[in-house]
Nanobody, 124 residues
């Protein structure tokens, strides 16, 4: 059983920064691609970023490229999302997830384990 626990959300002004963390249980963390998604009320959960097993390859939604950075520390079983130049439209609940081997990077069907989410609110 894998557990993912996000932290680091909060309220920030537009232009500010936040760093989200996702701590994972289990001994196979380093074997999997990890991703971040976000969701606002009434909308589907959308892809934000993903990182491969050793951090060497990263993938981003166009809406966050150049502002967000995903990284991981396999020694700590943790994946991070550094969010800079935040905009009000970044307001959402952010979820981390573990990608299924062979699964699609960019949609929720490609991921099997999810955290409970952390709220990010960006005020204008």
């Amino acid at each position: 059983q894998v557990q993912l626990v996000e932290s680091g959300g909060g309220l920030v002004q537009a232009g500010g920064s936040l760093r989200l963390s996702c701590a994972a249980s289990g001994r196979t963390f380093s074997s999997y691609v990890m991703g971040w998604f976000r969701q606002t009320p009434g909308k589907e959960r959308e892809f934000v970023a993903a990182v491969n097993w050793n951090g060497g390859n990263t993938y981003y939604a166009d809406s966050v490229k150049g502002r967000f950075t995903i990284s991981r520390d396999n020694a700590k079983n943790t994946v991070y999302l550094q969010m800079n130049s935040l905009k009000p439209e970044d307001t959402a609940v952010y979820y981390c997830a573990r990608k299924v081997i062979g699964g699609n990077y960019y949609n929720t069907e490609g991921y099997d384990y999810w955290g409970q989410g952390t709220q990010v609110t960006v005020s204008s």
